[in-house]
């Protein structure tokens, strides 16, 4: 049964993509990606149903897997290398030789091909992203049909890149399932190294020279973790004797020389995460269509490196490299949303906010107790969901109304009421109680207080992330209300993966109870949390998620109605205490030179506390301080 699954997780949406690339006919397209959806998404759910598991091919396919495996990396790399001498950028030529070199060392004097080799597992925490990448993944390729119709449109191109475009898009979702479930720490590397290459592929799309240079820049920070991982994954073989992944954990927590390796992949994860200082390849990311920006955010790229920390947590547990983590980790969380804090442009906001949200799942991987790994694993799943949606709505938006500035979505609720409602539920899921990424962060605060560096700087993240939020929503719905709204036209394949994803962040925040009980618990050492009709309850307090819920649900209906009772005004216009340029309704002034100044009203984004000119090479320099801190206690 395993195999099937398996086959149904990986290899099919590898193939779609191949047939998507040859088959270039947009109904057969559309079909494709249809029916791969429904194939990931049946084949997750019933490896979650399977439980945990250990596969190993059998002979003589489990010695074939790996051969091709082991020539598909060195292919990969010879790819690399080509792209990298075409661009003339001789730093990623070194880098990929620095990987190819020893890679080539292992394989050929370290690794005993003999042996049987570790095949895939399956465990909680694996399954959870395969889940997430298959069916937060496969709404995103839904949506990208009739969005890259119009992108296209709108580039004028003579000829259709769509072929090439999906067929990376679906290769990226079978690699990161390979990802997380390969038991082969050389196989994982195989698969990290793939997904590099599909975001550099899909951030380049375009073919512009912003879009070349940011794919570029892409291309070049997550070779350098490549190069970490290469070297870590030499290290944690040579010590534990394996490439098997569990067996190299069952080693237990490891100290002095030992944790380098360990250091190392963490490292590689870093890079893949776009944790400061290496944010700015995922913030030049945004130049690529959106879906690409939601695919890597949300449920693939960003999350193959929080999933490399979290999977070797156990062996770094009670280590000061962990406390480094935890430090490093809550240090990006605070200093990105501030960043945010500083945007008017709704893709950069996300940005800031997705590695802000991974540097606080990365916090938990280094406190590293059960509270903090349990916070993690939940705003795994929350933060994938609210994020793809929050992606989507603004790639929507601004095919819609030409801008992705914040300003210009002003009272988008008269103008767009489906899109606007859409876009404040995902903000809301981000934003209050009792949804699970607050929930999230609360367990996160509750397992950082005895940490006092942690613990105020996630506080204090969490305070500026609220006004991020908050201002944005406002900004929606700030229009004066008129009675006879009737809902925008919207294809299904935009309207289905939006609704099915405002709802699933929603019904799973609701049930969060009982997510933690059958999928998180399981996995710690101890359950800190006890669930108690619908409430999360520790030694420390509890949150009742359900009461909550019926609060919020009471709430609504009430507004609602209130809602429909009220009639469209007259909005008076600004006072300006008689220096209008016309009549008292005309909202221009005279200015400078006599001149007729239009009146503007706008939010303060505090860029003299919060851009990125001011606070970027600080923040960088704090980060490179931090992270040789942490290296350092590996050793």
């Known amino acids: 049964m395993p195999s099937l699954l398996l086959f149904m997780c990986i290899l099919v949406p590898i193939i779609a993509g191949v047939l998507c690339y040859l088959v270039r006919i947009g109904f057969a ?20 149903g399977h439980g945990t598991f250990t596969y ?48 080539l060392f292992f394989e050929l004097f370290m690794v005993d091909h003999g042996a049987p080799a570790p095949g895939f597992y399956g465990d909680n925490l694996s399954l959870i992203i395969t889940l997430l990448v298959s069916i937060v993944g496969s709404l995103i390729c839904v949506f990208a049909l009739p969005y890259m119709q119009k992108h296209e449109a709108h580039l004028h191109l003579k000829r259709s890149r769509q072929p090439q475009f999906f067929f990376l898009l679906l290769i990226f979702l079978g690699a990161m399932n390979g990802l997380a479930l390969s038991n082969n720490i050389a196989w994982l590397y195989f698969f990290f190294e793939v997904t590099t290459f599909c975001s550099f592929m899909l951030i380049g799309h375009d073919g512009t020279p912003i879009a070349v240079k940011n794919a570029l820049r892409a291309l070049w920070m997550n ?52 944790q400061v200082p290496f944010q700015s390849w995922l913030l030049g990311a945004m130049v690529a269509p959106t879906p690409v920006s939601a695919l890597l955010h949300s449920s693939t790229m960003v999350k193959a490196g929080v999933y490399v920390i979290f999977r070797f947590a156990p062996t770094f547990a009670g280590t000061f490299f962990s406390q480094g983590l935890a430090i490093v980790g809550s240090f990006t969380f605070l200093v990105t949303i501030a960043l945010a804090l500083g945007q008017r442009n709704g893709k950069k906001i996300l940005a800031y906010s997705t590695i802000s949200n991974l540097g606080l799942i990365i916090a938990c991987a280094g406190i590293n107790t059960p509270t903090a790994l349990a916070a993690g694993i939940l705003l795994i799943i929350f933060h ?26 002003r009272g988008l609720f008269a103008v767009k009421p489906r899109i606007a409602v859409i876009t404040v539920i995902g903000i809301m899921t981000m934003l209050l109680p009792p949804f699970g990424v607050l929930i999230s962060k609360w367990m996160a605060i509750e397992a950082a207080s005895n940490n006092l560096p942690a613990v105020g700087m996630i506080a204090m ?38 609704s099915v994803l405002a709802g699933g962040a929603v019904l799973f925040s609701l049930v969060l109870p009982w997510i933690y009980s059958l999928l998180v618990k399981p996995m710690l050492a101890f359950a800190p949390y006890q669930v108690h009709f619908g409430s999360l309850d520790s030694s420390i307090g509890g949150f009742t998620v359900i009461p909550i819920f019926l609060i919020l649900a009471a709430g609504f209906v009430y507004a609602l109605k209130q809602a429909q009772k009220t009639r469209a005004r007259h909005v008076a216009p600004m006072y300006m205490s008689g220096v209008h340029s016309g009549g008292p309704d005309d909202e221009t002034f005279r200015g400078p030179m006599n001149k007729i100044v239009q009146i503007e009203t ?31 206690g590996a050793l």
């Open 56 to 103: 190993v091919p059998p002979s003589p396919w489990a010695g074939l897997v790996n051969t091709a495996i082991t020539l598909a990396d060195f292919a990969l790399l010879a790819i690399m290398f080509g792209i990298a001498r075409k661009h003339r950028s001789k730093l990623i030529m070194t880098l990929v030789v620095l990987q190819a070199v020893p890679l």
């Open 384 to 409: 994938a969901i609210s994020k793809a949606l929050l992606f989507l709505c603004v790639g929507t938006i601004e095919q819609e109304i030409g801008s992705r500035d914040i300003e210009d979505m």
């Open 602 to 632: 706008g939010n303060y984004y505090l860029t003299r506390l919060f851009g990125e000119e001011r606070l970027t090479f600080w923040v960088n320099n704090v980060a490179v301080a931090l992270l040789v801190l942490m290296m350092g």
């Open 29 to 48: 397209r559309t079909l494709t990606v249809l029916v791969t959806g429904a194939v990931l998404t049946a084949g997750s759910l019933m490896l979650l």
């Open 223 to 274: 070779s350098l973790g490549g190069v970490a991982f290469v070297f870590g994954m030499i290290g944690a073989h040579h010590i534990a004797g394996t490439t098997d992944i569990q067996q190299i954990i069952a080693s237990g927590p490891m100290g002095g020389a030992l944790l380098v390796p360990l250091a190392l992949l963490c490292l590689a994860g870093f890079t893949k995460s776009a």
């Open 461 to 498: 993240g969490s305070a500026l992330g609220f006004v991020v939020w908050g201002r944005w929503a406002g900004i929606l719905m700030s229009a004066s209300y008129k009675k006879g709204l009737k809902p925008e036209p919207m294809s299904a394949f935009v309207n289905g993966p939006l």
